[in-house]
């Protein structure tokens, strides 16, 4: 009774902290690790955050639906280039150049998003100014213009901060950049509940790492609020709200002196440069009868090692001290007792599945799905197939009707009808309609005979170019055939049709849900979807 007595008279003061400005609920979330474990599980989720600045941190990352504002009303929205502030009162060896771009996740460069950015920085004392030290923003607190207003917190004169803040727009291309000082590592606040917690009774620490906050807005985007991480800070493996990743700790490298856009407004060089790329969602605006056909099953992440330069290792998770590679064990295909079937379709995964349609010369219709498929060539578009013949020797269905029509139709298997796709590759007599027995739908194509299956939203019609018969190694007799075939035409449904910013049409992922085909009876749909450019060579 005592117990659950305590627990309200703590969530009972937790609400009497709050007020317009500071809210202490969101400090207890974020400081027990709810806030930071939501994001992790629903990353692409829409949510609705609080204000930027009732605590001024956030872990990463975090969207809403639509944005407040587009520019904080505490930021000053600047010309890129511009420093975020008054920086002559800051030590000339903290000077710092971030530079960056805001692309979506299907490659382009977004031109007008809006970079809000803020930080915690280190005013130089009076025994490194050599007289008294500049004022700070937030009163020389050691903590965030939010932190300080309306509140009792006790002067820091040992770790006096400024609050940095400002706004930037992206260029044509993309791109953004600014001047800046070297952030510091600030403490949240600590005279409330949360602080009598995790002080008094956790023993915990109420620190952030040194971090450049930002929130980034452009139209028809999700709104991301992230975080560019010291990797030289104090507390990144002990964030007091849990907000690091590995992949928003950046380096502060040293500037090359001659680079000419790492320059304050007073022509002094930067002594640190930052590069922070940023990747932004699109908003999903389906009707809300589409909301089951256009249903997002997949995660837009950043690449695994965002961090990587060209000639840095990467070791396999199996690597061991003193022996990097570890050991591989060899097959030879023609000594492998059963053969090498069970390798190839365990090893080569994920494969497209080409679910094909066929029409033999008699009328007779077939439909079965092939893992030993995908597109070749572009121009013209071409796509393979490989057709292995049947136990004893003869060949599919599939086969002979390609053969003698030279024509078929290849539909890509999503998640809403891979059951009765599947259902088709059973062992079926020659002139059965598998179409119908799985109770999928036939609808006319255009330039071919055989239908396409109306449960696709993606669909090729497809004409013979060549065949390539693969003989057994033992026997001498053959074992399969290679179908090369060129698309005369594609049907790509309404609901799945996108473009580029150029106009070109393109099949979007969200609501196309496709399956791919792994080893043994295993399936699998899309998972993590992450972008990586091509390399530049000059």
């Known amino acids: 009774m005592d117990e659950w007595i305590k627990g309200l008279e703590f969530l009972t003061e937790t609400g009497q902290k709050c007020n317009d400005i500071r809210q202490e609920f969101v400090l207890l979330s974020d400081t027990l690790g709810a806030t930071s474990l939501i994001d992790l599980l629903h990353p692409h989720t829409p949510s609705s955050t609080p204000p930027l600045d009732n605590n001024d941190h956030d872990p990463q990352p975090q969207r809403t639906e639509v944005p407040p504002a587009l520019v904080d009303p505490g930021s000053p929205l600047r010309k890129n280039g511009e420093p975020i502030a008054d920086l002559s009162p800051f030590s000339a060896r903290d000077l710092t150049f971030v530079k960056g771009s805001v692309k979506s996740v299907t490659g382009e460069q977004i031109k007008g998003a809006v970079v809000n950015v803020w930080q915690c920085a280190k005013v130089p004392s009076s025994t490194e100014t050599g007289g008294s030290p500049p004022a700070s923003p937030s009163g020389n607190s050691g903590l965030m213009r939010s932190q300080t207003q309306n509140t009792n917190v006790p002067v820091a004169a040992a770790n006096t901060c400024a609050d940095l803040r400002a706004s930037y727009e992206t260029e044509e291309d993309g791109s953004y950049w600014f001047n800046t000082v070297r952030p510091c590592a600030y403490k949240v606040p600590s005279d409330g509940p949360v602080g009598r917690l995790l002080n008094g009774y956790l023993g915990k620490h109420m620190y952030c790492p040194a971090r450049i906050q930002l929130t980034v807005a452009a139209e028809g985007y999700h709104t991301l609020t ?28 040293p500037t090359s002196p001659t680079s000419p856009s790492s320059t304050t407004t007073d022509s002094t060089i930067a002594k640190y440069t930052v590069q922070f790329d940023i990747t932004l969602t699109p908003v999903s605006q389906p009707d809300a009868t589409d909301n089951a056909f256009l249903g997002i099953e997949y995660q837009t992440t950043e690449n695994p090692h965002p961090n990587w330069r060209p000639g840095m ?10 022996d990097p590679f570890g050991q591989w064990v060899g097959f030879d295909p023609n000594n492998m007792e059963g053969g090498a079937y069970s390798l190839c379709i365990s090893a080569v995964v994920p494969r497209p599945i080409g679910f094909v349609a066929s029409v033999g010369e008699d009328g007779s219709h077939n439909l079965s799905p092939f893992s030993y498929f995908n597109i070749v060539a572009h121009n013209p578009p071409m796509v393979v197939l490989g057709i292995c013949r049947k136990p004893d020797g003869s060949k599919k269905d599939t086969m002979l009707n390609i053969e003698q029509t030279k024509e078929w139709t290849v539909n890509i298997i999503s998640e809403w009808f891979v059951e009765a796709a599947n259902h088709t590759c059973g062992n079926f007599a020659r002139g059965v309609n598998e179409m119908k027995e799985s109770g999928l739908h036939a609808i006319p194509s255009v330039n071919v005979k055989p239908p396409r299956v109306s449960e696709a939203g993606v669909q090729m019609e497809c004409v013979l170019k060549q065949l390539y018969e693969v003989d057994d190694n033992k026997t001498g007799k053959p074992s399969s055939c290679v179908v090369l075939g060129e698309v005369v035409r594609f049907h790509v449904h309404e609901k799945l049709l996108g473009s580029t910013p150029t ?11 496709p399956v791919s085909r792994l080893g043994g009876n295993s399936y699998s749909t899309l998972g993590r979807v992450f972008d990586l450019a091509r390399p530049v060579v000059s």
């Open 503 to 513: 106009g070109k049409p393109v099949v979007k992922l969200e609501g196309y849900r």
């Open 226 to 253: 992230t975080n560019i991480f010291d990797a030289d800070s104090n507390y990144l493996t002990s964030d007091v709200v849990f907000g690091v990743r590995p992949n928003l700790i950046a380096h502060w490298n």
């Open 313 to 322: 290792a990467q070791f396999a998770p199996w690597s061991a001290i003193g």
